[in-house]
């Protein structure tokens, strides 16, 4: 079966500081990827996407990375504030999407 | 516009009995699926359904099935619950299959079986 993986399940982080949020996936086939963040007690919120066919994607103060030779994707939020505070998955589609557990993400004042 | 909709939010129900899971995505999405988040496993994908077709379907027993109508409401159901389907059961739409853009999630059902 699938394998989405996150490297740390839990981070934290400064305030005004950059997160970055590590995942590893096992379908080389899958050929789209998306960070999605749950607040508590609220379903996933879609924040970025990225297709196979690109290695970085950039959004408002997030960006995605993505390296196929290895596997991994990663989110970097800058200038983390309290309200990124959260869980943060990764996912990976080949015919079905596959979710990582999550890291939760805590934002120090 | 309105987002995906789920009800109940919450139920309690006891071991052997069956639920029914009611989802109404977004005005003019056609796709609907499915998970099952626990602490444990994460997200899990039970099922999909585009144009009240089941597209894709997870590794999950018989007792777990779903429906999407002409509208793309769709509903899932339990039958003979199990204290282990305890969980948030989480619909998400999309306008057209999954992976061909964003997926909006709704808040859940979170399921308790005694």
């Known amino acids: 079966g699938e394998s989405v993986g996150l490297h740390l399940p839990t981070l934290s982080v400064q305030e005004g500081d950059n997160s970055i949020i590590n995942c590893a996936y096992s379908?080389?086939?899958?050929?789209?990827f998306i960070w999605y963040k749950q607040e508590s007690g609220k379903g996933p919120q879609f924040i970025i996407d990225?297709?196979?066919?690109?290695d970085k994607r950039q959004g408002q103060r997030v960006t995605v990375l993505l390296n196929k030779t290895v596997k991994h994707l990663s989110l970097q939020i800058a200038a983390t504030q309290p309200g990124d505070s959260a869980v943060y998955f990764c996912?990976?589609?080949?015919?079905?999407?596959?979710f990582g557990t999550g890291t939760s993400l805590t934002v120090i004042p | 516009k309105a987002g995906v909709t789920q009800t109940p939010r919450y139920l309690i129900k006891t071991r052997g009995q069956q639920v029914t899971l009611s989802c109404s995505p977004i005005?003019?999405?056609?796709?609907v699926s499915w998970y099952q988040q626990t602490p444990g496993q994460g997200l899990q994908f039970l099922f999909e359904?585009?144009?009240?077709?089941?597209?894709n379907k997870g590794n999950f027993p018989g007792r777990f099935s779903g429906r999407q109508f002409s509208n793309s409401r769709s509903e899932m159901n339990v039958s003979t619950l199990e204290l282990g389907d305890s969980a948030l059961y989480l619909c998400?739409?999309?306008?057209?299959?999954?992976?061909?853009?964003?997926?909006?999630f709704g808040e859940g059902s979170r399921l308790t079986v005694l």
């Open positions: 998400a739409s999309s306008l057209g299959r999954p992976n061909t853009g964003e997926l909006f």
């Open positions: 379908n080389s086939a899958s050929d789209y």
């Open positions: 990225i297709r196979s066919n690109m």
């Open positions: 996912a990976e589609f080949g015919n079905q999407f596959y």
């Open positions: 005005s003019g999405h056609r796709s």
């Open positions: 359904y585009f144009s009240e077709t089941q597209r």
